[in-house]
């Protein structure tokens, strides 16, 4: 049997709006997946940490807080140190157009503004970990 | 007898225009749609008329009376916004004190009657600039607070009298955020009483919706009661606690669950303060509630009304009020929610017509989002529009001539009416429960709040929520550029600045009103006093917020969210 993929959905930082990250985790749980919800004020060691105990494929941040150009970086770079890159990651919340650039650059494979379809989510998380 | 027979009259000619005018057309093209429906599952009829009234009793004196007077369903003063229009509020604060006070003095300025601070997380969770939690957060979706210095910095010119109010949200500290009033004041040479503070100050919907949140529920609760509490023996003119029912809503309960649960979380801090002694009519007029609708224009309206309503029967009938003030609740509004990232300045529009709504429901205290806060902290210019769309709403067009203009109409009063019923059968789900902690600790509104969040999520995916720009009528457009930064060196110089405060205070004065802090917390004695003591001193929120953290513990919210459920 298939396995079925593995999802950390994370809030770092102490951004307390979640219900972006409430509504994705059910949407790719409602896709089949197996989605692990950290809640809330986690640090980019704690998200890498249960990222790798847990032996997801994906991770998925939820940030409105404006932060992100602290937090995602450490991310990556904590990825790297615990040889853990083989851990997609992406992102969605309130990030502007020129972070998500440079974002993408450091190794962010997605990031999802406002508005966007849960579908659209789905989709690209079942690709992305297909492809790979 | 007469009206028996213009009922009969009148249904008759009804069911004779639903055959002869309506059947035709409709069988020629069916409606948009087979049900009108709203966020909170009430369906909206063709048309209302005087029979939809009869069906409910309408009883004029009896649901709408007078305005001033009880059930205040038409507005809590007898001359409403032909006295004084309604507070123009502000929710403003970025970066740091200083670049922060320039922005204050600018909404002055424009004419802002009230500035409601925005402080950063750090601050909003009881951390100072240098703590390691705050790092990356400092100064980020508000202004950073660590001392009364900032305040002073903040305030630097702005004398607290010269605004109608003043206010911070303070959710999880209120006796700090209240100090900071009080001694802020006190620098600038005026007495509580020469000025009003209105705070948020309600901690429960923190651990449901918007998270800030740093103690226990129980001490918690002690925290902000014993704010309600101080003001009413001492500041009773001022604003201790707002109930909250906008970030619930927000979340995804859906309006008329969030105004039950908001008021089920009133009525435990209400209870909590009678076990301790206090009268109800001398705390009861000293809550106000931020109400919250963003789907339905007229829900939006009759909301506001029917809260009114069920509130002034619960001061009067469940919990003994006698004071009219206990009764009257007044009501504040955030006009936002539809607002979109793609094509913002469409914002202005949707936020204007929240605005509206609120008004028509005869708001006490309103702000307005700036069109551009779904990319960041508002520009000046943004800010600036939010305020002038409230001024035009107040002083042109004759909005405000009349008081609750749209009393009497078949559909809002039926909407008032099934929306005063939802509130109460809500409310009365979650007393059966065992009241707003067990709700909370049970699961019981974040289920309501998850339920509806992916009920809304998947009418937005079907296109049944439309959102022009977005899900209806798209080009291609590009999602636009934040133009607000907050400058990233900023953090180094706020901790400077709080080592620098650090350095200058009396060392002696921190420990001794830090011990005294300690002592209260320990027994049961109002916390306010002391807090007020240890923030003359210029000891830190943060420092406080430690001693008390070190006696109440901290918050660990439950997890239960697994692919199977929500």
């Given at each position: 049997m298939k396995r079925k993929l593995r999802v950390l959905i994370g809030k770092v930082g102490l951004d307390g709006h979640e219900v972006g990250a409430r509504v994705v985790a059910k949407a790719l749980a409602d896709a089949g997946m197996e989605v692990i919800y950290t809640g809330l004020r986690q640090t980019p060691e704690m998200i890498v940490k249960a990222a790798i105990e847990e032996g997801v494929d994906l991770i998925g941040i939820s940030i409105l807080s404006g932060s992100h150009m602290t937090f995602f970086p450490e991310i990556i770079k904590l990825l790297d140190h615990h040889k853990a890159n083989d851990i997609h990651f992406i992102a969605g919340g309130i990030i502007p157009a020129e972070d998500i650039q440079a974002l993408k650059e450091m190794g962010v494979k997605e990031i999802f503004p406002p508005e966007t379809p849960t579908s659209d989510i789905v989709d690209f998380v079942k690709n992305l970990v297909v492809k790979n | 007898m007469g009206d028996e027979k213009k009922k009969v009259d009148l249904e008759d000619i009804r069911k004779d225009w639903e055959e002869k005018c309506l059947r035709p057309v409709l069988e020629a093209a069916s409606e948009r749609r087979g049900q009108f429906s709203t966020d909170i599952g009430v369906n909206i009829e063709r048309i209302y008329t005087p029979l939809d009234l009869q069906a409910l009793n309408f009883d004029y004196q009896e649901d709408l009376g007078f305005p001033g007077q009880y059930p205040f369903t038409r507005g809590i003063t007898p001359t409403m916004y032909r006295g004084e229009p309604w507070l123009t509020r502000a929710y403003s604060g970025f970066g740091e004190p200083q670049a922060c006070n320039e922005r204050y003095k600018k909404l002055i300025e424009w004419g802002v009657d009230e500035i409601v601070m925005a402080v950063d997380l750090p601050t909003q969770v009881g951390y100072d600039s240098d703590h390691l939690m705050a790092r990356g957060e400092v100064g980020k979706v508000g202004v950073a607070i660590d001392s009364l210095r900032d305040m002073e910095v903040l305030f630097d010119d702005i004398p607290l009298d010269k605004l109608k109010r003043v206010s911070i949200l303070g959710n999880s500290f209120g006796p700090v955020a209240l100090a900071l009033f009080i001694a802020l004041g006190e620098k600038q040479g005026l007495k509580p009483s020469d000025f009003v503070v209105d705070l948020q100050n309600d901690i429960l919907k923190e651990y449901v919706a918007r998270g800030t949140y740093i103690f226990p529920i129980r001490p918690s609760v002690r925290v902000t009661t014993d704010v309600i509490g101080y003001c009413a023996k001492h500041?009773?003119?001022?604003?201790?606690?707002t109930l909250c029912t906008n970030h619930i809503n927000a979340a995804g309960a859906g309006s008329t669950k969030a105004t039950a649960f908001a008021i089920a979380n009133g009525v435990c801090y209400i209870n909590h303060l009678l076990e301790k002694g206090y009268d109800i009519d001398e705390i009861a007029p000293l809550f106000t509630m931020f109400m919250d609708e963003r789907s339905d224009f007229f829900v939006g309206i009759c909301n506001l009304r029917a809260t009114r309503r069920v509130w002034a029967k619960m001061m009067k009938d469940r919990l003994k009020a006698r004071d009219p003030r206990s009764m009257a609740l007044k009501l504040t509004a955030y006009s936002h929610g539809g607002e979109t990232l793609l094509e913002p300045t469409n914002n202005i529009v949707r936020i204007t017509l929240a605005a509206l709504a609120y008004v028509l429901g005869g708001v006490q205290f309103l702000y307005n989002a700036s069109y551009d806060e779904v990319l960041g902290t508002p520009t000046e210019e943004a800010a600036k529009i939010a305020l002038r769309t409230q001024q035009i709403l107040a002083?042109?067009?004759?909005?405000?001539?009349?008081?609750?203009?749209?009393?009497?109409s078949y559909y809002i009063e039926s909407l008032t009416t099934h929306i005063e019923k939802q509130i109460l059968d809500e409310f009365m789900k979650v007393e059966e429960i065992g009241g707003a902690i067990a709700a909370i600790e049970k699961g019981y509104y974040l289920s309501a709040i998850t339920e509806g969040a992916n009920r809304r999520q998947k009418e937005f995916d079907k296109g049944e929520r439309v959102s022009i720009g977005v899900n209806k009528y798209r080009v291609e457009s590009k999602i636009p550029f934040g133009a607000f930064r907050i400058d990233p060196a900023l953090e180094q110089r706020q901790i400077e600045r709080l080592n620098q405060v650090k350095k200058e205070r009396d060392r002696k004065a921190v420990i001794e009103t830090l011990e005294y802090v300690r002592e209260v917390a320990k027994g049961d004695g109002n916390l306010v006093p002391a807090v007020l003591e240890a923030v003359r001193a210029y000891v830190t929120l943060g420092e406080i917020c430690d001693v008390l953290r070190e006696l109440f513990g901290e918050y660990q919210a439950r997890e239960y969210f697994s692919s199977k459920g929500r």
């Amino acid at each position: 049997m298939k396995r079925k993929l593995r999802v950390l959905i994370g809030k770092v930082g102490l951004d307390g709006h979640e219900v972006g990250a409430r509504v994705v985790a059910k949407a790719l749980a409602d896709a089949g997946m197996e989605v692990i919800y950290t809640g809330l004020r986690q640090t980019p060691e704690m998200i890498v940490k249960a990222a790798i105990e847990e032996g997801v494929d994906l991770i998925g941040i939820s940030i409105l807080s404006g932060s992100h150009m602290t937090f995602f970086p450490e991310i990556i770079k904590l990825l790297d140190h615990h040889k853990a890159n083989d851990i997609h990651f992406i992102a969605g919340g309130i990030i502007p157009a020129e972070d998500i650039q440079a974002l993408k650059e450091m190794g962010v494979k997605e990031i999802f503004p406002p508005e966007t379809p849960t579908s659209d989510i789905v989709d690209f998380v079942k690709n992305l970990v297909v492809k790979n | 007898m007469g009206d028996e027979k213009k009922k009969v009259d009148l249904e008759d000619i009804r069911k004779d225009w639903e055959e002869k005018c309506l059947r035709p057309v409709l069988e020629a093209a069916s409606e948009r749609r087979g049900q009108f429906s709203t966020d909170i599952g009430v369906n909206i009829e063709r048309i209302y008329t005087p029979l939809d009234l009869q069906a409910l009793n309408f009883d004029y004196q009896e649901d709408l009376g007078f305005p001033g007077q009880y059930p205040f369903t038409r507005g809590i003063t007898p001359t409403m916004y032909r006295g004084e229009p309604w507070l123009t509020r502000a929710y403003s604060g970025f970066g740091e004190p200083q670049a922060c006070n320039e922005r204050y003095k600018k909404l002055i300025e424009w004419g802002v009657d009230e500035i409601v601070m925005a402080v950063d997380l750090p601050t909003q969770v009881g951390y100072d600039s240098d703590h390691l939690m705050a790092r990356g957060e400092v100064g980020k979706v508000g202004v950073a607070i660590d001392s009364l210095r900032d305040m002073e910095v903040l305030f630097d010119d702005i004398p607290l009298d010269k605004l109608k109010r003043v206010s911070i949200l303070g959710n999880s500290f209120g006796p700090v955020a209240l100090a900071l009033f009080i001694a802020l004041g006190e620098k600038q040479g005026l007495k509580p009483s020469d000025f009003v503070v209105d705070l948020q100050n309600d901690i429960l919907k923190e651990y449901v919706a918007r998270g800030t949140y740093i103690f226990p529920i129980r001490p918690s609760v002690r925290v902000t009661t014993d704010v309600i509490g101080y003001c009413a023996k001492h500041i009773p003119h001022w604003y201790p606690c707002t109930l909250c029912t906008n970030h619930i809503n927000a979340a995804g309960a859906g309006s008329t669950k969030a105004t039950a649960f908001a008021i089920a979380n009133g009525v435990c801090y209400i209870n909590h303060l009678l076990e301790k002694g206090y009268d109800i009519d001398e705390i009861a007029p000293l809550f106000t509630m931020f109400m919250d609708e963003r789907s339905d224009f007229f829900v939006g309206i009759c909301n506001l009304r029917a809260t009114r309503r069920v509130w002034a029967k619960m001061m009067k009938d469940r919990l003994k009020a006698r004071d009219p003030r206990s009764m009257a609740l007044k009501l504040t509004a955030y006009s936002h929610g539809g607002e979109t990232l793609l094509e913002p300045t469409n914002n202005i529009v949707r936020i204007t017509l929240a605005a509206l709504a609120y008004v028509l429901g005869g708001v006490q205290f309103l702000y307005n989002a700036s069109y551009d806060e779904v990319l960041g902290t508002p520009t000046e210019e943004a800010a600036k529009i939010a305020l002038r769309t409230q001024q035009i709403l107040a002083h042109e067009l004759g909005i405000t001539s009349t008081i609750d203009p749209l009393g009497g109409s078949y559909y809002i009063e039926s909407l008032t009416t099934h929306i005063e019923k939802q509130i109460l059968d809500e409310f009365m789900k979650v007393e059966e429960i065992g009241g707003a902690i067990a709700a909370i600790e049970k699961g019981y509104y974040l289920s309501a709040i998850t339920e509806g969040a992916n009920r809304r999520q998947k009418e937005f995916d079907k296109g049944e929520r439309v959102s022009i720009g977005v899900n209806k009528y798209r080009v291609e457009s590009k999602i636009p550029f934040g133009a607000f930064r907050i400058d990233p060196a900023l953090e180094q110089r706020q901790i400077e600045r709080l080592n620098q405060v650090k350095k200058e205070r009396d060392r002696k004065a921190v420990i001794e009103t830090l011990e005294y802090v300690r002592e209260v917390a320990k027994g049961d004695g109002n916390l306010v006093p002391a807090v007020l003591e240890a923030v003359r001193a210029y000891v830190t929120l943060g420092e406080i917020c430690d001693v008390l953290r070190e006696l109440f513990g901290e918050y660990q919210a439950r997890e239960y969210f697994s692919s199977k459920g929500r």
